[in-house]
């Protein structure tokens, strides 16, 4: 008799294209249902969300915290675009090194979620 293992999942999100990507489209995400849906869909034990830090979305962290997500930050460096100042993290780099570094060999399948075509 075979036993099988259960998968050990981890979803990685890239919380700056996902925003994006929401806002583009003039909608909102409950990340509570989202946790639950990587929960039951993909089995994933685990989820990360990756952001820059900028302190006036402290209360964006602390809610995606509660809805059940490990927080990885990366330091926002200014820049200007079109002549207004912004803040720029560049998360997707700090996402693919984790996925294929760090946090290697720590799940049995990666979920990747992104709101771009950088992946």
């Known amino acids: 008799m075979t036993i099988e293992k259960e998968e050990s999942n981890i979803a990685f999100i890239d919380a700056q294209n996902l925003r994006k990507t929401l806002l583009n489209h003039n909608t909102t995400l409950d ?3 989202f946790r639950e849906y990587l929960r039951k ?4 034990k685990r989820a990360v969300v990756f952001l820059g830090w900028a302190k006036w ?3 964006d962290y602390k809610y995606y915290y509660r809805a059940g997500f490990e927080i990885e930050f990366k330091d926002a460096i200014p820049y200007i675009d079109h ?3 912004v803040m720029k993290a560049n998360v997707d780099i700090d996402m693919a090194v984790s996925v294929l570094g760090e946090h290697y060999g720590e799940y049995d399948k990666a979920i990747i979620v992104t709101g771009d075509g950088d992946f």
């Open 83 to 85: 002549g207004r100042r």
């Open 57 to 59: 979305l402290r209360e």
């Open 31 to 33: 990340f509570y249902k």
């Open 41 to 44: 869909r993909f089995n994933a």
